[in-house]
Structure formats: C-alpha cells, structure tokens
C-alpha cells in the first residue's frame, strides 16, 4: 500500500464527486502510474537530447529530479528514527513555557499515539478492507487534527500540481466529515511525520499572537535536531550548558550544535526551511538555501581556525582546531541534489570539502548512530568527499554511507575509479540506489547500540542499478 502513498492522497485531497464505483478508483490508479512513467521518460529523453550548456542542464533537469523526489521513496527511511525525532520535538515543546502555551497539543503522548496508530493501520489495512478512520476523541486526535487536510479540499487543482504538491508532506491525514481522521498518506506518517510536525507547529507559531523572535519553527528545528545529534553519536561528550556562541568578527552568532571533548570536534547549524510548492524553482532554492548554510558552517569553522573559542551559555570557553568538522542540518535532501557531485560543483562556495557536510535531520539520525566516535564521522566526512570529488553521484546521503560500510568498500571505489578512467574527459558515476525493505523500515526497533545498529544498517540494504 505504502507504494501507492501519493496517489491513495490525491484520491482523497482531491476527489469530489457522488461515484462510489470502485472500477473508477481503480482506474485513476492505473492511469497515474502511466502519467509518473511517461513523465519521467519524457523529461530524461529531453536531457539526453539537450546539447546546451552543461552547467544549464544540470539545473534543467532539477525539475525532474523534484518531481521522482515526491512522486517516488528515494531516501531510506526508518520508523524508529522518525518517531525518535517527532518524540524530542514534541518533548522541546512541552519543556518550553512559551512553546507549551501555544503548541498544547504537542506533546510526547500525542506523538506516540499518532505513530502507533498509523503503524496499526497499515497493519490491518488488507484485513479492514479499507479505511477505519480515527474517531473524535482517540489518543493522539488532538495532535492529527493539526496534520490533517479535509477530504476534497484540492479538488480544484490540476492532476499535474496535485501529483507533486508539498501539501502531502505537511497534510498527510484526512480528516472527513464526521470529523475523523485518517493517515492515508501513510507511509509519509510512518517515516517523516516530524516534517508534517514541523509545519503543522509553523503554522500555529504564525497564527499566535506572541511576538517573540525566538518563538518560532526555526528555534524549535534548531533545539531537536541538537538533541538528536547528540543522541545519535552513542560516545560523543558535550557540556550542558546552551546556548553555543561564536565571536565572528564584531558579531558573536549562535551555533546551533557542537559536539565538544577536549576540544570543539563537532558543529552544526540547523535550517528548517520549507521546498517551493512549484518544482520549477527547486534549482534557485537549492542554491539560495544551501549556500547561506555553507557559509555560516565555513565562517564559524575559520573563527574557530583563528583561535577564537566557543562559548555555552555558563562562560566557559571551547577551543577548535583543523580537525573540527561542521554538519548543515536540513528537513529535505533537495532533490538529491546535496549528493550530486555536479549540482555541488555548481554552488558559489564548494560543498564538496572533507570539513562540512549537508544532509536532512533523518539522515544524520540513521548514519551518526553508525560511527564509533567524531573520528570517524571526519573518517566518513574525507571518504565522501573523495567520492564526490571524483563525480558519484548518489541519491541519498545514506547510499554514501552504506559504501562507506561495506567489507567490500576498498574494491568498489576500485571499481568507479576503473569506471571513470575509461572515460576522456570529465565524467559522472552513479552510485547504485540502497533499499530496504518496507518490513525492515517499519518494525527495526530503536538501536541501542552502535555496533548492533551498523551492522543492521549495512546488511539490510540491497543496492539496486542507479536510476540517474
């Protein structure tokens, strides 16, 4: 069923209409698999053909890269780390007076009836026979309500945006007349509900009538993902005390995450902003959004270069060195775009460097709980780079990483090496795609520890002929 979560959507957010013959749900089914098929050929057939400017093509074909981003499951996804995440954005909500106040139905018990209920419901959907809403009142309907689009709501829109709106992402229940609600766009709220949560707690913080800077997604963003770092890397030490704090010439900005031993090993800067609507703009957003993030990550690291400490909200002072690696911490990959060696390339300030790296909040999640120590995140951080440098191209950050793992790893870059040599110029290798298994994503139990989680990590991919 999961297979079908965008199109199940669109039947429900933008149907309308009295038929109740099952043979025309079919039939939309069948006929949006043909439009996604013919679509995707058409748009690569146009690429091929394109004997333009390469720098141009590569940002054409952003395009068709957003839309087999939101019409298809590119990234590994675990339910374990979307709840673990949901769970500490919700408990930064509670713990907040001012949050608390304005997000009453953020709360952790909330969270975890909402993920146990959508994980009921794809179990008993072939038993049930079709939906068996949550009713008025159930545990966790106070949070769904919030996450929930009313049935028919986009019946006005056109096939082509319905297919490829945001909207599923933000509002992936319906809610019906009755006032229940489903999560029929369901594998979207088994395996990413903390993005439905991060927008649905935006639109809240907008709405509100209190007018504090510090009061918004990005604040909430920004203290989840420091804990889920944190959490991830099993060994990592870190003080207390927050806020962080750098002196960059006569400004002094925060810093969002650090990872802190001896001295400062780990930052990071977490940026909770939102995709266009239109996937026409996912080139000019990509570079716009990730080169603001990279140079806030490079001018921190050179402060830090320079001698200047970093200091938690206590006063005490923490001291960097070349060694100190920086991570962006974002809620979507960009159309893959943050693991494509030629969209890299074609960002003023250069991404693909052994010091900083950008992935989405679940992917840190998922690779940091794999690595031993700091030391082997800037391990993972030099072989990605190199990757990249030598024009992998992959389609998750988590493709790198099951690489990066692999007993055979030393003779599959072997391998793009030879694979690249035979070309004459310049060249580009896509990295086969990792999947798993949607039993495996859904029921692997939270890790408890690294080793453990690695080798569930690595064995359960299967790497499948790239796409690209």
């Not at 333009?52 to 068709?64: A, C, E």
């Not at 191209?393 to 072997?414: G, K, M, T, Y």
């Not at 793009?416 to 040599?421: E, N, P, Q």
Request: hydrophobic residues 40%.
């Amino acid at each position: 069923m999961t297979n079908l979560n965008r199109v199940i959507w669109t039947i429900a957010a933008g149907g309308s209409g009295g038929n109740e013959d099952p043979t025309a749900v079919d039939r939309y089914v069948y006929l949006s698999g043909r439009w996604l098929v013919c679509k995707s050929v058409a748009d690569m057939f146009r690429r091929m053909t394109d004997q333009g400017d390469k720098s141009l093509f590569m940002i054409d074909s952003t395009p068709y890269r957003e839309v087999m981003s939101r019409t298809s499951s590119q990234e590994i996804r675990y339910h374990w780390a979307s709840r673990m995440i949901s769970i500490e954005l919700a408990r930064q909500a509670e713990a907040d007076p001012g949050l608390s106040e304005i997000l009453p139905d953020f709360t952790v018990s909330n969270v975890e009836s909402c993920c146990d209920f959508a994980i009921s419901y794809g179990d008993n959907w072939p038993e049930w026979g079709g939906l068996r809403p949550m009713s008025v009142g159930s545990p966790g309907y106070q949070l769904a309500r919030h996450l929930a689009m009313p049935a028919g709501y986009l019946a006005e829109r056109p096939f082509d945006e319905l297919i490829t709106t945001m909207e599923m992402e933000r509002l992936p229940w319906i809610s019906f007349p009755g006032g229940e609600l489903a999560p029929v766009a369901l594998s979207t709220v088994q395996m990413s509900m903390d993005r439905s949560l991060v927008a649905a707690a935006d639109r809240q913080l907008r709405q509100s009538q209190v007018e504090t800077s510090k009061l918004d997604k990005g604040e909430l963003f920004e203290r989840t993902a420091q804990q889920c770092i944190q959490r991830s890397l099993w060994r990592a030490k870190h003080p207390s005390c927050k806020p962080y704090s750098i002196k960059i010439g006569n400004a002094k900005p925060d810093i969002d995450i650090a990872i802190i031993g001896s001295r400062v090993e780990l930052i990071g800067e977490a940026k909770a902003m939102e995709m266009p609507g239109s996937v026409d703009s996912a080139a000019a957003t990509f570079e716009e959004q990730t080169t603001k993030i990279v140079g806030q990550l490079q001018k921190r690291l050179d402060s830090l270069r320079d001698g200047k400490p970093v200091v938690d909200g206590g006063g005490t002072l923490y001291y960097g060195d070349d060694r100190t690696i920086a991570l962006g911490v974002v809620l979507h990959s960009y159309s893959s775009s943050l693991t494509n060696a030629e969209m890299l390339q074609l960002l003023p300030a250069s991404l693909i460097t052994e010091h900083i790296a950008i992935a989405d909040l679940q992917a840190w999640v998922l690779i940091l709980a794999t690595m031993n120590s700091v030391r082997q995140v800037r391990e993972y951080l030099r072989f990605r780079s190199d990757l990249l440098s030598m024009g992998v191209i992959a389609l998750d950050e988590c493709d790198l990483a099951a690489l990066f793992h692999s007993p055979f790893r030393e003779s599959q870059v072997s391998d793009i090496r030879r694979r690249l040599s035979e070309y004459s110029g310049p060249a580009q290798i896509p990295l086969g795609v990792t999947t798993i298994s949607p039993e495996v994503a859904l029921k692997t139990p939270t890790p408890v520890d690294v080793m453990s989680w690695r080798n569930q990590f690595y064995t359960a991919a299967r790497v499948e002929p790239s796409p690209i």
